[in-house]
């Protein structure tokens, strides 16, 4: 049956009695002039909704339509709503069971309650496992770039996850609205006003109205629990982005260390590799005929290089490790300190021209 | 019609009756004379509200200003408001429906305030999709940076959200304030209290206060789904917001990381490479006349950069995905561990120093 | 007047009567041994409060300290605190006006609420034009780095805002614990208790305590809708400020694409030129007197290093636009992939060797 | 015992005495027939509930579920729940005390929520050092980057502690739900409606219920406090992880002028190392035969690079603490100010070119 | 006395009567008989508590824990605790003031709430300079990263700040638990149930109760007033970290692009100094003895190596202020747009080639 099938037939309720498997049909208009119920009762305006009207109980939990007398429970086609299973398997003993010795409205109010929350808690079931799988595996340290897949599912289920935070507050002020309010209450207790025996075994010691709010408050403590692990799941989503972040910055933060270590390497390189430059131009340096002079430079520039390297990385070192009071004092100290290493290769020009001066007047 | 010249024609109310069309234009102050009210009474202070007077209801819903009485509905001067068509098309045959069986003044709030939630449920219907439409062009894992007119769209839409979400509130709590206190709800049944027979009726089971408390519950819970929509897509531009700061910040490790794979190459290729530049400088280096030599250190440095790199690269694979408590012991091992890798090239100096020296004994 | 001089002036009261510009001047003892007040009564403790003491409504809203009578309002010396215009402009009209013959304490006090409303008005009118710039300016997508002054005014006007917003709720919540006991606005009624005629004209329709609840709503209404627009603005920052962080991200990553481009380039360079260096140092190659070889191998640099070049950008491309699923299988791939351009650079190497060694074996 | 035998084995109920260690065991079913109890009222549902029931107070809190009545206090087994230290150790002497000379149910009941908000404080206690801890070393601003196994700490710790706000929570809104409805506690004071004589001692000055209510108050402040240190502890989470990402944040920008500054240096290198380049090409320069070229464009390569260097540190130096106007007019103006050093290399250019000129035009 | 002592020692009240510096001292026991209270009334359990118990105000305020009578006040030994300056100075003074008439348990409390509002005030204005001065230094545009040691004192006084603010939200707390129930506000007013002579006194117009209530109210409006500030400094500290991290991203957006300036600069002269280092080879290339080779070649290294660099920062202005419909149409285009400056560089390749062929065809 598809969609467009379903909306143009007219609504058929199910009608479900106390007895097992007693079902049968009935359209909504048969059902109306029935109970006594204006049309305008049955339209089911709220996604949730739980109103007492003429003697009976009328209630749509999402895709659920249904009225309750003190005989019969009436649910509204379930086609193509996923309802089936419900009806069949799980309605009908929940009905039947006389365990409680309650009427037959609280044991229906009780069949579609349960039903509701089961729904909602289906849902955290089906989204939670995912989230915590997503998150155990975007927290992990050892990934570079978050898997953007991940995310992707992370996503969808945190969408999920606020529509069914959305749809638990509106159950439960749904219950609230009533459990405010003892006329309501009384109000959903139908057996009480139609059947004059229930008035003598009240006496007996069951208050219906009191049954009632115990009823419905238990369902209530059981969504409040349902939203409290859906806002823990919340918290913990919002914790996981953090480290997330945390994370990528830091790997982020080793690779820019490791970077510029190996630029301080390249520099270093680059510097005395300039001193080869010099030599390889086709002029004269008078120097071109002593053997040792080749190794005396190319032993220089590998050395000078290395040396030159390890002042930069040392420096980097204090640098990103300093003493706290070194760093508060001043921002303009700050830039000449982080120029020092730079004014020791400078000093190093010196030193090195210097020599060279000495090699020369040596020399000659 | 101008805005000015609009301002500048005194204010006209257009009077809707029962009957279909019977639309005539009275002006402010008859309107005031006829229904005793005073003129502070029609200056509609407020974007929205929803208030009893003198056996009327005056009602403002931002550009939609009302007066409602047990035999007509007196809608203040629509022209250049976007009314004409709501007057024209939907108001009348509201009005003139009899389904229900309820007096004037109910047809009339019910249709003023449906219109309200249609204005709203429209808004929301056109933030909405172009809100989805952004974040799901924003989210997608293959873009490198975010296409800021797709920002702007974004950050105009939650604008207007915010603002829908303002207007919900305002006229849920309009509303609330009503249901709140049952008093004002009395007065809304303006047929109640000019009728008599509409005391007899109620004795057939209409009861007008339960009635209007139903009608405004209804549209309070329409308003209420209105909100908790708008809240859940606020939810999503955060939770989509935070997605995009991680798909930025991997395509950033994913680059530093590439950037930094290449880095090491290029050092690489510049430490061997200065080989070169030394056997390129004009000296005498006593290998010129070998032609094996030729070969052999151009092997070496192509060979030597290679190893390196790879070496390099390794380390960096062993360093982003490090066994976790090699990290965790202490910071300076983890700087110490950071230079083995330099080590490594520090030991290839000595290991290339000693074979050249090697081949120097050995050539010597 | 100096604020020094100011604190050693005893305090004098300005009182306006009902007729125009009949103030004169009172000192704080006269004015409570007149209206028999405590001098604890005229401490204005509290930044904002409103009560009724001894038939007096005694009011604060910031720098405006009144007394209100049935027959006078009494202001506390306002010298330097900005209240003269308001003072000689408006209060005289406004307590002069009968249109609504309603008695003079409540015109008094609607004189007082309204400039405590306009002022906050004129707060928010103050900070929003500067706010909307200042974000407009900030989320240009075309600007490369936040303008830090721009920075600097939304930290002020941002700070005016909270202020703002606590303003608006103090005063909302001043005036709701009046509207929520109605006792007390049956206190602030002064002219209900004090004139024998008022209960006879209450007969007339109006109700003193019900006009005087009105008239608080109504500003509590106007209170609300400030506080509501600061909202608004509170969120729009919050927005902005994400739009700044994703812009200023998304820069970086374009500039980090684009360097990593370059780099890739400097390597290919750098690759290709290692074999003109090779071929530069002073060793026999034995194709010294080739003509041919010199543009065979400088051919080889630039194209080689074009061809390389050109590899690792498209191969950039791929891995920053990647088809999902082939990011989401495993890191440890990942790795795999991303090191496979760099085969390629290696697998070239062979084959330049290979085809070298053809070349010599074809040589020689 | 396992959990399955645990469950195999139908719950027995341990049930303590007001003498000391008379402890004795009974079935459940046992218990709802003395107590005149029904089945489902033992079916403890929700995880925090406290009721009374036909003169017995049920409680579960957690893992302890019992049942008080005014002579006895029945704990369900307790086997596997960490509960035994409690029911030997603490239990009994709390029963026996007589200090307050007030009913058995009373020091049952403080017995239990003392041990409630004993293991609610057990775990804020176990969790707060852990927290503080990490996020000592995590802000650590010598941290380069943040350490990942500490960050999972962090994030477990984080999960504790909402969950630990949800049970602070929960079980603040179960006395609450009790302290709000005079009748419920009057229902817990069970002597009163057993002994007689509790009357008369009333009239001595002891009113139950209000022992009752400041019993219950009691643990609601305590559980209050533990609330507010949870949140407290909350927001110091996020402080710090703001902290977190600042130091990451500011790492990085001194990393990054480090490479800046060593880029600009190799540039300079590279920019200079070009001259001996071209100088090393096998072309006729006609200086090959003068030895002091070699020396002067030696010379000029370091002096230059170094100059050039010194120049480009200072512009970075002015332009990363620049005077705010400068910044502040124009983006364009400010594109052509980060120009502006590279301008002074290419008149470094031309004045290069000139002085070559000059010194062609004085050798020719 | 160290703190060990002070436990050991039987805890003393000090008894402060209404005549001047009349402390006598009394232990706790010879108190609780005296004033026949309970020892577990004098527990002071909570931090922070205020009842009335057996015609005495008992009353803990943090370190401060006092009983008031009608006609004195004891308050528990404050060795070490800094209350004698308090106790000494202030207190004495404020017992004995007759101003307003009122009895001695007025005064006793308002002294108490005084200096308990005054602790709280001290608190806040010890950490709100502080807080500004650091957020000062800290959002000014000019630092390149932030100043770690001022970060510590930022997150040591947010954490006392939120300290603070779970202090006063506990002290309105029980200040607004009293305000709500009028019974507790009347058990507080001691002297109208011992002395007789209060209730004619009261008749002359002073009301204990409504003094009392207006005496808490007064406290409680300054509680919130501090909360009100210190949630402004929340706030305030939010936008802060804000402005913190735009100035980081800003300032790290500024170096990229010098950087990225740089890069394009050095790829020039890599690209161009390729055409030196092949010319440098020891390879025939025909042009060894033309005089002009050597400055056409030298001068096509400088001038092409400029121009490529011109080309391609001209080209990096026009890619980071892009106009926006260009960025817009697709990701692709955008690539192929990225990749455009890197054609020029190749159809330079081609010119330039084209160019040698010309000039060889020429030559040849």
């Known amino acids: ?26 359209k909504k208009t048969e059902l109306c002039q029935e109970l006594s119920l204006q049309a305008r009762d049955l339209r089911f305006q709220h996604s949730t909704s739980l109103t007492a009207r003429n003697n009976c109980i009328i209630i749509r939990m999402e895709s659920l339509k249904a009225i309750v007398t003190p005989e019969h429970l009436s649910v509204l086609d379930f086609r193509g709503l996923g309802l089936e299973r419900w009806l069949v398997l799980d309605l009908a003993p929940q009905l039947a069971s006389h365990t409680h010795s309650l009427p037959f409205e609280f044991r229906a109010l009780e069949a579609i309650l349960q039903h509701k929350v089961n729904t909602l808690q289906a849902r955290l079931n089906d989204v939670e496992p995912s989230i915590l799988d997503t998150l155990e595996s975007l927290v992990d340290p050892k990934i570079l770039s978050a898997d953007r897949s991940k ?14 935070e959305t749809d638990v507050k509106v159950f439960k002020d749904s219950l609230l609205k009533i459990l405010d309010e003892d006329e ?3 109000e959903l207790c139908l057996t009480k006003w139609t059947d004059p025996r229930v008035f003598e075994e009240s006496s007996l010691g069951i208050d219906h109205a009191e049954e009632m709010e115990l009823l419905l408050e238990n369902y209530y403590m ?6 409290n692990k859906a806002r823990e799941l919340r918290g ?13 910055d ?20 680059t510097l005395f590799g300039l001193i080869g430059v010099a030599f390889g131009m086709n002029l004269t340096s008078s120097f071109e005929e002593d053997p040792r002079v080749f190794w005396l430079v190319t032993g220089f520039m590998f050395l000078g290089s290395g040396m030159i390297w390890r ?14 009071p070194s760093l508060v004092i001043q921002t303009h100290t700050h830039t000449y300190v982080s120029l020092s290493p730079f004014c020791t290769v400078y000093s190093f020009y010196y030193v090195t021209s210097l020599s060279k001066y000495k090699y020369f007047t040596s020399k000659y």
């Open 236 to 248: 913990l989503i919002d914790d996981s982005e953090s480290v997330i972040f945390i994370n990528l």
């Open 184 to 186: 309501i209450i009384e």
């Open 151 to 164: 995310l992707h599912i992370l996503l969808q289920n945190s969408k999920s996850l606020s529509e069914l």
């Open 311 to 324: 002042r930069l990385l040392s420096f980097l070192g204090r640098h990103l490790e300093p003493s706290i």
């Open 1 to 26: 049956v598809t969609d467009a099938t379903v909306s143009s037939v007219p609504p058929v309720f199910v009608v479900v009695r106390d007895a097992p498997r007693s079902a049968t049909e009935k």
């Open 250 to 269: 830091s790997h982020r933060n080793v690779m820019m260390r490791l970077n510029l270590q190996l630029t301080m390497g390249s520099f270093s390189l």
């Open 222 to 227: 059981q969504a409040e629990e349902l939203g």
